[in-house]
Structure formats: C-alpha cells, structure tokens
C-alpha cells in the first residue's frame, strides 16, 4: 500500500490541488506564499490569505518555551504575508490541546501570539480550540497590498538579479523560534521585486519552488551566500555553505530585481533597510534547472534538497 512518506510533500500538495475549481476573484490560487483573492467592490485593495500549522514534536518539542511557540505560530503566518509584499491585517487561530496541557502554558503561548501580532499590526479576531493528542497551533492569517501589488513566485524574469536577506543555515538552533518576520523588508520589495518567497524549506528547495512558478532557472553563486554564525555550530559532517543551502526554517526572504534596477535598488535598499541583503544569483533560461557556481567558476546542479514533509532527509 502506498504511503504518504512514499509520494512526499510535492506530490502531495499537487494531488489536493489539481482540480481545484478557481473563480474570477482568485488573482493568485494554491503554490504561492499566500492565495490572492480581489472580490467584487473591494476597493483598491487585495486580500491575501494564508495558513500554518504548528505543531509539537514536528516544529517545537514540549519542553520549548510557551512563548517561542507562540510567538512561531504567528511569525510564521507573517513571514508569509511579508513574502507576499503585503501589509499583515488578521488571524484565526485554531489550537489543539491535549487535557493535561498545565492552564499556565496555555497562557504563556497566548500572550505571546498577541503580543507578536499586536507588534505587526495584525489583529486576532477569533478562532476555535479543540482537545488532541499533541499541542497543535493553526494560524490563518489575512493580509492585504495595493491592487495588482502583491509580488508573487511567478514573476521572475531571465537575467534577474537573486537577492536574500539576512543570514542562512543554522536555524534548529534556536532561530526558527525566535525569528523575526520580514514584513518592513516585505512591504519595501513591493515596489522593487519581480517575484518573492519567504524561505521555509530552505535555500535549495525554495530555489526550485522559485524556478518551477516562474518557468526560469537559478544561477547561485556559492561563495556570495550569506552564511549565518550558527551554521558553523550545529558539529556534524556538514559544512556551514551545505547548512544554508539545505536547513529549513530561515524566515528570510528570496527574490529577484531586474538588472537595470538594481544599483538603483541596492542604494535605496541601503538608506531605507537596516537588515543587510546581497545579490546571491541569477535567473537563466534553463527552466527548472537551479545550478551553483562555486569560486573557480566549476557550475553543478544543485537538487532540492532542503526539507520535505512527509519523508525522510
Ligand atoms: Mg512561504
């Protein structure tokens, strides 16, 4: 009997969406960050919409802080709103708990998924909880950008320059509880990118998530990759650069720039951001083919590697 573990994550999500029947509201259905929906007489505006679960013993183990925890259930949901270039505006939260979970831990993560939404701008306006085997926290999170702004995986265009924030590789840490979503950084690439994803699953693997929606390929360059102090710390057969290419759950955001407007973005970039980002790539007519180049110019494909529910690394 075939299993999940023996089709994987991909597969998976392409068999629950293939048919799926859309309508003239739906700007943007499944495979992106988040759904875009504009509905009849919203305005000058766009929703987007997206959902995230979290849960214990797959994102956090027990013993993690309540409050990471939380304040991850929300981030996440974030990060992808960020991704989407939009402004964060609601949530739903669904939590599933098992009865002996202490009333003090409930709390603890509460307060913190208000206070990272309240930061962000992001209200809860309601949601449901549910007894279950395991602490569960689902966010649906509601977003919204100027019409037609929303930046999407599919816009990016041969001879693009590849961007990402901040630092990679690393992350199980401590960064995937504590990350901060990229949602200025979001808001300011709306008017600059050509197609965006917040990295979930890793740099490698979004790298292709990027290639397939947008019908490009990825050139990498391996020694501009911004490579993050834990990295270095994790003590296994792997080097930092294999950490992150491959580790999940970076939370920062890759994209694309034209080429002819990118020394005018890298200094607009530079008087506005605090958080540094550095061109790592660019995007080729080989569609679906994402290659690294190493320092002696030596080119190598490069697999998606990076995490994958459902199976094994
Ligand atoms: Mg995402």
Known sequence: MQTLSDIGESEIIRRITAGLESSGEVVTGPGDDCAVIRPAGSGDCDWVLT????IENRHFT???DFAQIGHKAIARTLSD???????????????????DLPVDDLETLNASMQATASREGMLIIGGD?????????????IGRCPTGAAVLR?????????YVTGELGGSQLRHHLCFQPRIAEGRFLRDWATAMLDLSDGLATDSHHLAEQSKV???????????????DQLYDDHSPLYHALTDGEDFELLFCIAADRCAAFDAAWA????????????ITDAAGRVVTVDAEGQAKPLSDEGFQHFRAR
């Open 51 to 54: 959902s995230d679960p979290v």
């Open 62 to 64: 027990r013993d993690a």
């Open 81 to 99: 709103i960020a991704a989407m270039g939009a402004d964060p505006a609601w949530a739903l939260i669904n939590i599933v708990a098992p009865a």
């Open 129 to 141: 909880v549910s007894q279950g085997p395991e602490l569960q926290v689902h966010v649906f999170g």
């Open 154 to 162: 599919s816009g990016a265009c041969v001879g693009d320059r590849l």
């Open 217 to 231: 390929g990825l050139r990498l360059n391996l020694s501009a990759i911004p490579i993050g102090p834990d990295a």
């Open 271 to 282: 008087e506005t951001m605090k958080l540094p980002c550095c061109a790592i790539g660019e």
